[in-house]
């Protein structure tokens, strides 16, 4: 069974780190490039950061571009997204996503595995 599941999330004040951490399962992780979205309540899922299946491409979002860093380690089935200089705008569901490819991709519809998503709230 194909699961991607996040976790790492939690309650951090402004100017904190989170690691976030996307464990897959039931797929082979060297062959998918994965994503990181966001979506803050009221708002459209937006791309975060993106990584492809070797490691050496990455992509960032200008919001959280210099703050975000996304990283895999294919032997341990994870990717994760270390988060620093955390702000209130930051709030929102971060979900990881997996697309069958050698490139990345910062549109939401080319990815074809979600997790279920963890919350990360960036308040005083």
């Known amino acids: 069974q194909l699961q991607l599941v996040e976790s790492g999330g939690g309650l951090v004040q402004p100017g904190g780190s989170l690691r976030l951490s996307c464990t897959t399962s039931?797929?082979?992780?060297?062959?998918?490039?994965i994503g990181w979205f966001r979506q803050a309540p009221g708002l459209e899922r937006e791309f975060v950061a993106s990584i492809s299946r070797s490691g050496f491409s990455t992509r960032y979002a200008d919001s959280v571009k210099d703050r975000f860093t996304i990283s895999r380690d294919n032997a341990k089935n994870t990717v994760y997204l270390q988060m620093n200089s955390l702000k209130p705008e930051d709030t929102a569901v971060y979900y990881c996503?997996?697309?069958?490819?050698?490139?990345?991709?910062?549109?939401?519809?080319?990815?074809?595995?979600w997790g279920q998503g963890t919350q990360v709230t960036v308040s005083p």
């Open positions: 996503a997996g697309r069958y490819s050698s490139t990345i991709s910062t549109t939401a519809l080319e990815y074809g595995y």
């Open positions: 039931g797929f082979t992780l060297d062959y998918h490039a």
